[in-house]
């Protein structure tokens, strides 16, 4: 989800692909379930490979409490 606060369309479209990037690369880690991810205006800055980084440990935290 990607909320007008991260800009105008073009630029919610562009986090919402980054996200969607981030969920295929790492859909072999998560669990069953629901979840929500929503982008903040700094996805559209940060380098794919930061965004990898945090999004990995995020995960990390979800499945280890």
């Known amino acids: 989800?990607?909320?007008?606060?991260?800009?105008?369309?073009?630029?919610?479209?562009?986090?919402?692909?980054?996200l969607k990037a981030l969920?295929?690369?790492q859909t072999q880690k998560l669990k069953n379930g629901y979840y929500v991810f929503v982008a903040k205006p700094r996805i559209?800055?940060?380098?794919?490979?930061t965004l990898e980084?945090?999004?990995?440990?995020?995960?990390e935290k979800i499945a280890y409490g």
């Not at 989800?1 to 980054?18: C, F, H, P, Q």
């Not at 980084?53 to 995020?58: C, D």
């Open 23 to 25: 969920l295929i690369s």
């Open 53 to 59: 980084m945090l999004f990995q440990k995020s995960l």
């Open 44 to 49: 559209l800055e940060a380098k794919f490979k």
């Open 1 to 18: 989800m990607a909320s007008k606060k991260v800009g105008k369309a073009v630029a919610r479209n562009r986090a919402k692909r980054r």
